[in-house]
C-alpha cells in the first residue's frame, strides 16, 4: 500500500501549525480509509524551498511519513529563472492522491504548482495566509488628533488622505497591506 500526498507552500509562508493539522488530517483520511496502513506507507512529496516547504518536510518526518523531495539545484537556478515553475511540473508529474496549497499574499511559485495540481485533477486542498493586517481606525483617529502622523511621515499619509493610492476609499474593517514598492500602505486587494 502506498498514499502521495504533494505539497506546496510560499517561501513566506508563517504557521506551521495550518500545516501539521492539514497533513495530519490527510494521513488520517489515508489511513482511515485503508488507502495506507501506517504513516510509513505515505509518501509526502515537497519542493524543499526555505520557508513552508521545509516546514512541511519537518512536520511529515515527525509523523514518519516518506519523503520525496524535489529541489532546485544552484545549476539549475543558473540555467533557467524558471527552475522553481520547472520544478513544480515535475512534482505534479510524479503523481499524488491529493495535493496540499499553502500560499501567503498569492506567491507566484506555490499558485502555480497549485494550479498545475488542479489542472492535472488531484484532489486539492488549498489553505491562504496574507500579510494584511485590520486598520484600527479608533487608534488612527487618535493617532492624527495628537498630529502624530507628520512624525510619521509619507508612509502613513495615505492612511489620513481618506484614499489608497489605488484610488478607492478606505472604509471600516478594510485589510491594508505595507507596499514595499510605493513605500506607503495601499488595500490588501491591491496587492498583486
Known amino acids: 500500500m502506498s498514499y502521495r500526498i504533494g505539497v506546496t507552500a510560499s517561501r513566506e509562508w508563517k504557521d506551521p501549525v495550518t500545516i501539521a493539522i492539514s497533513l495530519a488530517s490527510a494521513v488520517g483520511i489515508a489511513i482511515g480509509s485503508g488507502q495506507a496502513a501506517v504513516t510509513e506507507d505515505i509518501t509526502v512529496i515537497v519542493g524543499r524551498a526555505r ?68 489542472a492535472a485533477g488531484m484532489a486539492l486542498c ?11 481606525w479608533e487608534l488612527c483617529d487618535e493617532i492624527a488628533a495628537m498630529g502624530l502622523d507628520r512624525d510619521y511621515g509619507p508612509p502613513f499619509e495615505a492612511l489620513y488622505s481618506g484614499r489608497c493610492p489605488c484610488g478607492g476609499p478606505w472604509e471600516p474593517g478594510d485589510q491594508i497591506a505595507w507596499s514595499a514598492d510605493d513605500d506607503q500602505f495601499i488595500h490588501a486587494s491591491c496587492v498583486s
Open 51 to 118: 520557508g513552508g516547504d521545509r516546514m512541511a518536510e519537518d512536520i511529515a518526518v515527525r509523523m514518519g511519513c516518506r519523503i520525496e523531495p524535489y529541489p532546485v539545484t544552484a545549476e539549475e537556478w543558473k540555467r533557467s529563472r524558471s527552475a522553481g515553475f520547472d520544478r513544480n511540473s515535475r512534482m505534479v508529474a510524479s503523481g499524488a492522491d491529493t495535493w496540499l496549497a499553502f500560499i501567503r499574499d498569492h506567491s507566484a511559485g506555490a499558485t502555480d504548482c497549485r494550479d498545475k495540481a488542479a
Open 126 to 136: 488549498e489553505y491562504t495566509e496574507t500579510s494584511a493586517v485590520m486598520i484600527d
